[in-house]
């Protein structure tokens, strides 16, 4: 029996040797030099432009800020609630739609969703807002409404497409209509290849509610802008953006997180769970076998 040496070639690519291991440690030695380099730079005039001062950290510790950052922060969770809700559906009923045997229906909804995902947001948000007079919440979640929701039937219509073709036959032999497999078959099986995808679109309609100070919506960044804004702070931008930016990174990073735990759950659940299978004995008899 023959030993691997350390320099034996992989499937995927050749174990490195010494001067190989030499070298990349070389890189990552220079590499996180010039990082921290970077960062002590950006530490540097940081502190060299006073952003560290106490003027400029002031506004944070009088409660009318806070107030002002947490109905904002509210009020983006609301517009992300409501647009990630509608959003979903909008995408299933023009997945559907596409997936439909109809072509009347499979036409309009493929033209649908084309021309909305193809538009801007800002211009479906403000053509809502100013075209058709709407209040600044309801025009900020039919514009992500609208353009997630064309990009999520997308999703949802790969990702049943993806599905083993023989699932389809299987349960058309069974009876089933065509409803029935894409709600019992194809959907449920099809719902662990788009998860990620789906977290990832709803991730940017959370970081596009951000578009609704434009049209005075008084949202999480709008707080931020007014506060920063402020003269009798000493324009306090860089401190503003040090307290948002985290916020904003820490709901993207929830909502992965939630992903991740539903993606658990449903490997869990009883009704995924791998049915065990008697073995077959020698003297078994299929019926209407003598």
Known sequence: MT???????????????????????????????????????????????????????????????????????????????????????????LAVGRLSDHRAVRWVSTLLVEFFRAMPVLVMIFFVFVALKAQPLTALVTGLTLYNGSVLAEVFRTGINSVDRGQREAA?????????????????????????????????????????FLITYEEFLHAGKLIASNLDYDLPFIPVVMVISPIYIGLCMLLSWFATWVARQERRSPKTKAVEVAPAEPGTVLPGVR
Request: net charge positive; hydrophobic share 50%.
């Open 3 to 93: 030993t691997r040496t350390a320099s034996a070639p992989t499937a995927l690519y050749d174990v490195p040797g010494p001067a190989a291991r030499r070298r990349h440690r070389t890189y990552g030695i220079v590499s996180t030099t010039l990082i921290l380099a970077a960062a002590g730079w950006i530490v540097f005039l940081l502190l060299d432009t006073g952003q560290f001062s106490g003027a400029k950290w002031t506004p944070f510790a009088y409660k009318g800020i806070q107030e002002l950052l947490l109905r904002g922060l509210g009020n983006t969770l609301k517009a992300f609630a409501y647009a990630a809700v509608l959003s979903l559906a909008l995408g299933a009923v």
């Open 172 to 212: 058309y032999a069974l009876g089933m209509r065509k409803t029935q497999v894409t709600t019992f078959v194809l959907a449920p099986q099809a719902v662990r290849a788009m998860l990620p995808t789906i977290i990832s679109q709803l991730v940017v309609a959370l970081k596009d509610t951000s578009l609704g």
